[in-house]
């Protein structure tokens, strides 16, 4: 009987006939319920919510549990830190993190069933940038690719990162030109710091963030990522220079904070969402993902050149026909992994 792949509020994956079962990043608690590991790739909160559940044996990298506990302020409950590159013997299969991209601590990991080597992406960039590495191909023949697809269409159109780097730098000099302080909202986690990195290297100017991206800045920092930054909840911001300020703010956050009161100010927006809505609110927007865009995502799988491919959150039938129609590999959406084949499956695997 072969191993199982599906999606069950989480990546399921279940050897037979002994009913081994692991989980990667479930999506609520339940779903690790009755689970022998559960995995996590990364430290957004979309995909670790299991860290601090006593219930279930948690693995990922050290810094993904840290930097999960400076997103979060909980505690990870009962982690084994992997070691990228690593094989390890996990329940009985052999399992391997290798690096994602995305963010620090990120990582795709592969499952060497007896059957099937199963290779997860999480969430991946496969784009050198400063705070990352892209994302690693494995040298292994992978029969299942389970890959995310965020932005996973071909509708959303995405500049070069080095344009869209540029055009925030043009917007900045401008902004403080005209006595503006730019304040810019955008992902505290990754985002943030491949921003503050790209401005320190750019700009001599201070650069302002709040408490909690402070903290994931530090944890950056303490991973060799060089990263220069003020945190305006606690430095003494009556030496405040608005003409040499750039301020940055979580993405959701609203309001401006009170130093900024009487100052003129430019609002911007750095987030991959930019390319899908408009943030009528903000001056300019600036669609820069650390998730990879859709060809970016055809061309990791072409190149890993998998059996099959199940695709995973965003758009994920749209990604499974760039895949299907570009790499003439057999691709649908994990959600109906487990629904009866297609003809064209049906014929293609009965050949
Ligand atoms: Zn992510
Ligand atoms: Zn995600």
């Not at 900045?172 to 710091?193: D, F, M, W, Y």
Request: aromatic residues 10%; charged residues 25%; contains cysteine.
């Amino acid at each position: 009987m072969p191993t199982i792949v599906k999606y069950e509020k989480g990546v399921k994956l279940v050897k037979k006939p002994e009913n081994l079962s692991f989980i990667a990043d479930p999506t609520t608690n339940a779903a690790s319920q009755g689970s022998h590991a559960t995995f996590i790739t990364h430290a957004h909160t979309d995909h670790s919510v299991a860290f601090p559940d006593v219930a279930t044996k948690v693995y990922s990298t050290k810094v993904a549990s840290e930097l999960y506990e400076k997103l979060t302020t909980k505690k990870p409950k009962n982690t084994h830190y992997v070691n990228f590159g690593k094989t390890q013997k996990i329940e009985d299969i052999d399992v391997k993190f290798i690096p994602a991209g995305h963010l620090l601590g990120a990582a795709q990991i592969l499952f060497y069933f007896p059957d099937m080597t199963v290779c997860y992406t999480g969430d991946i960039s496969t784009e050198e940038m400063i705070t990352v590495p892209k994302a690693t191909i494995p040298d292994d023949d992978i029969d299942i690719l389970i890959t995310e697809a965020t932005y996973g269409t071909k509708d959303l159109y995405f500049d070069t990162r080095e344009r869209t780097k540029i055009s925030l730098l043009k917007w900045i000099a401008e902004s403080l030109q005209e006595k503006r302080t730019p304040v810019i909202n955008l992902g505290h986690l990754g985002p943030a710091q491949e921003t503050i990195a790209f401005l320190n290297s750019m700009l001599s100017v201070d650069i302002l963030c709040d408490t909690r991206t402070s903290r994931i800045n530090q944890t950056y920092k303490n991973n060799n990522i060089s990263l220069n930054w003020e945190n305006f909840e606690e430095t003494d911001v009556s030496i405040f220079e608005p003409e040499n300020t750039i301020v940055l703010l979580p993405r959701a956050c609203n309001n401006l904070p009170s130093f900024l009161d009487g100052y003129k100010v430019s609002r911007g927006m750095v987030t991959g969402q930019a390319a899908r809505f408009a943030y009528r609110k903000f001056d300019h927007t600036f669609p820069f993902s650390m998730h990879a865009n859709s060809q970016e995502l055809v061309n990791h799988a072409e190149k890993i050149q998998p059996k099959k491919v199940y695709t995973l959150y965003g758009f994920d039938s749209e990604l499974a026909a760039l895949i299907r129609h570009q790499l003439k590999i057999p691709s649908r959406p994990l959600k109906f992994a487990e629904k009866k084949p297609t003809l064209d499956e049906y014929l293609n695997e009965n050949k």
